[in-house]
């Protein structure tokens, strides 16, 4: 394409790295994934639960490795920090990789802590072109560390900046774009930082590109008063449903998986909330243009 050119993004209707529709892997369900082989196309595992040196977590991971094809997805990357990167966290999520030879590496785009005190919460960035700037350029440390691109996540956030001069859109775009990364889109957090900060969740699906979304997460939230927050503990609501078959639509075949995190039922439950993910996303993928 000439440099210049105005051709529009299509629908990825024909995706290589489609894998499907997937759960996140949970202790809770392990031995009933190897006893019974479940109809998951794909899981997602948390790094942190086996970045391990034994034990039955790394027993059933070698296990459920050998069956599913899995991606790794971290929640203590904090790639948003101003303090250096843990460089003991990178040696051993490149070694679980090693192990489990994911599809891809996620985690999220924010901070997870201060002065090296984790607060165990994935905490949003000032949408500024400094941070850009400064989470672009360890983004591309990671990556080569990896030797690998990475995904970031969108987190659901409860309150903003005075400094953002950008929407969370634009920021998780131009971060994607300077460090050459993709994303992961969860549609969930979409729909509650929407409400929580009065934005149209249609708008955010319209401002991010195409060719950078390579994976979606569903989940459930609940409410307190006014507030939408991400508990990851119920059922994915009507709303996110909704928000999740307009992504299709936008975006084409893209992985979808659940999240369940607390509150964690039986594996039928979560099978079932999976087959509505596939009726909703299936006709839409049968049609329309292809790439």
């Not at 039955?56 to 929640?75: E, N, Q, S, T, W």
């Not at 994915?236 to 893209?254: C, I, K, P």
């Amino acid at each position: 394409m000439q440099r210049g050119s105005a051709k529009p993004e299509r629908k990825q209707r024909v995706n290589e790295h489609f894998l499907g529709f997937g759960l996140g892997l949970r202790p809770d369900h392990h031995q009933t994934v190897v006893d019974q082989r479940p109809p998951v196309d794909w899981f997602e595992i948390l790094s942190e639960n086996y970045m391990v040196a034994g034990g039955k977590p790394l027993h059933f991971l070698d296990r459920i490795r050998a069956d599913y094809p899995m991606v790794m997805h971290g929640v203590s990357l904090s790639i948003g920090s101003t303090q250096a990167l843990d460089r003991n966290y990178l040696h051993d999520l490149r070694a679980l990789a090693v192990r489990v030879q994911p599809r891809w590496i996620s985690d999220h785009l924010c901070f997870t802590g201060v002065q090296r005190q984790n607060l165990h919460d994935l905490l949003p960035m000032p949408y500024t072109e400094e941070a850009i700037a400064h989470v672009a350029d360890r983004v591309a440390q990671v990556q080569d560390y990896l030797g690998q691109q990475i995904l970031l996540e969108n987190v659901s956030s409860y309150v903003t900046y005075r400094d953002s001069a950008l929407t969370e859109w634009e920021f998780l775009t131009q971060v994607a774009d300077r460090a050459d990364c993709l994303i992961l889109l969860d549609i969930n957090n979409i729909f509650v930082s929407s409400r929580n900060h009065a934005f149209d969740p249609m708008e955010y699906l319209l401002g991010i590109p195409i060719r950078r979304v390579r994976q979606f997460h569903l989940a459930g939230h609940t409410y307190q008063g006014e507030i939408a927050v991400d508990t990851h503990d119920q059922p994915v609501l009507d709303e996110v449903w909704n928000l999740f078959a307009e992504a299709v639509r936008r975006f084409g075949a893209v992985s979808t998986m659940i999240e369940r995190d607390d509150n964690i039922p039986e594996l039928p439950e979560l099978l079932a909330e999976l087959d509505t993910a596939r009726r909703i996303a299936e006709p839409l993928l049968a049609g329309g243009a292809r790439e």
